[in-house]
């Protein structure tokens, strides 16, 4: 099976949801719902790693606002995280609240930071 293509796919979804990878080293692309807890947490540390790490993007969807974009992506849970580099390409995915010291190692080894 050829998964080039889902790959594209999933960035072009990723980039009509507004993802411009091309602007920083790590994007992050976090789907979550109002009611989700995690979702809160994970998306709290983001925007916290913003901060000291200018290599860093995060965009925010709301899960229950883009059902296609959910479809398209197979996103089956609250918080999924979509990991993108600078060219673009989705170089991971998680799902469920991430922890604070292997979201901040993640972002350190693509942004250039170390802690």
Known sequence: MDTTGALVG???VLQALGARPEDADLTVVQFST???GP????????QQL?????GLAHLHVDAESHLEAVRALDVRSTPTLFYLDRSGTVIGRSSGAP??????????AHTGVSS
């Open 10 to 12: 999933e960035v072009a």
């Open 34 to 36: 109002a009611f989700c």
């Open 39 to 46: 979702c809160r947490a994970t998306r709290a540390r983001l």
């Open 50 to 54: 913003q901060t000291t790490r200018p």
């Open 99 to 108: 922890r604070p010291d292997e979201l901040a190692a993640l972002v350190d």
